[in-house]
């Protein structure tokens, strides 16, 4: 089975400040060097809402994000967990989300 892996990156740091080109460079071209290849729907951001129990008030926190993926034979567990911190990092989060669904080519 191949999974196909989502990185969700955010357009603004945690601090509000928008997150330099530079930093999508590298990630496209870590992507690129370790899989082959990536999709990036760059172009019309997704918006989500979600809930900071970090912050006193009941305001949502909004994220623009864009999705990068890749189809991996294998799951490296371990690869994808270390990158997700170095992610959390380079793009000033508390934490990122990096999903892996399972997927079947027809």
């Known amino acids: 089975m191949k999974h196909l892996v989502q990185l969700l ?3 603004f740091d945690g ?16 992507l690129l060097e370790r899989f082959g290849g990536l999709t ?15 912050r006193s008030t009941d305001t949502p926190v909004k994220d623009v994000i864009v999705v990068y993926e890749v189809m ?9 967990a270390a990158y997700r911190q170095q992610l959390a990092e ?11 669904l399972g997927i079947q080519l027809l």
Do not use: H, N
């Open 40 to 54: 990036a729907y760059s172009q019309a951001p997704a918006s989500g809402l979600w809930k900071d129990e970090d």
């Open 90 to 100: 380079s793009f000033g989060q508390k934490e990122m989300v990096v999903r892996a």
């Open 72 to 80: 991996v034979d294998e799951l490296d567990t371990a690869w994808w």
């Open 9 to 11: 990156l955010p357009l």
């Open 15 to 30: 601090a509000g400040a928008a997150v330099p080109k530079a930093t999508f460079d590298q990630v496209r071209y870590t």
